[in-house]
């Protein structure tokens, strides 16, 4: 079955130090997004790629980095310079079509210790 | 910039209808969305209305749009203990990056 991939489902990370996320996807979807999620705070984007090697910020960039090197990957690097890294992240796929939807992964819960 | 926004709580008992509404400030907006997330989970696309339509109605589910109120609803029929969720409302729009979603409507259905 095709779908969204994240890892890993829970993450701790000390102080200072920095953390990727992974996200994989088998949809041949050209479009792929990092949201971080907080409580009564919705979503928000972090970046954003549609297409391999290339991608942009979002509207919460900072202190995090990501890269778009295979089409079915989107990791996203959580760096000791967000201050505020403890949060639910939500990786997300999509294509040009009827409705333009988002497919989400599973989700990574990180929090700092 | 764009802005979503939706009421934060809903309680119905189960059987009854619930109404979870959403309003929105892009005129331009192309595509409504409806997702639902269960606790500690992704978020699932339940269902989508173009902007030139008014209804769409998918089983338990009919989505209202009013495009010159910029309001969106969605009605959950009959709804059941297994719809309590949180329920986000999106948007979109041509040349527009991504989706900007809404702040989710945390759903609980008594029994």
């Known amino acids: 079955d095709g779908g969204i991939t994240q890892s890993p489902k829970y993450l701790f990370r000390k102080e200072g130090q920095n953390v990727t996320l992974s996200c994989e996807q088998n949809?041949?979807?050209?479009?792929m997004y990092w949201y971080r999620q907080d409580p009564g705070q919705g979503l928000r984007l972090i970046y954003y790629?549609?297409?391999?090697?290339?991608?942009q910020k979002g509207d919460i960039a900072e202190g995090y980095s990501v890269s778009r090197e295979k089409k079915e990957s989107f990791p996203l690097t959580v760096t000791s310079a967000q201050k505020n890294p403890t949060a639910f992240y939500l990786c997300?796929?999509?294509?040009?079509?009827?409705?333009?939807?988002?497919?989400f992964g599973s989700g990574t819960r990180l929090t700092v210790v | 910039g764009e802005d979503v926004e939706q009421s934060l709580f809903l309680s119905v008992r189960e059987g009854d209808s619930s109404v979870i509404n959403c309003t929105y400030t892009?005129?331009?907006?192309?595509?409504l969305y409806w997702y639902k997330q269960e606790p500690g989970a992704g978020l699932q696309l339940l269902t989508y209305i173009f902007s030139n339509m008014d209804m769409k109605q998918d089983q338990r589910l009919t989505v209202l749009l009013n495009k010159k109120d910029k309001h969106l609803s969605l009605r959950i029929a009959d709804t059941q203990t297994g719809d309590s969720a949180i329920y986000f409302c999106?948007?979109?729009?041509?040349?527009?990056?991504?989706?900007?979603f809404g702040s989710g409507t945390r759903l609980q259905v008594q029994p």
């Open positions: 949809l041949n979807h050209d479009a």
């Open positions: 997300a796929s999509s294509t040009p079509g009827e409705g333009y939807g988002y497919t």
């Open positions: 999106a948007e979109s729009s041509a040349g527009r990056r991504a989706l900007t």
């Open positions: 892009d005129s331009s907006s192309t595509y």
């Open positions: 790629s549609q297409i391999v090697n290339d991608f």
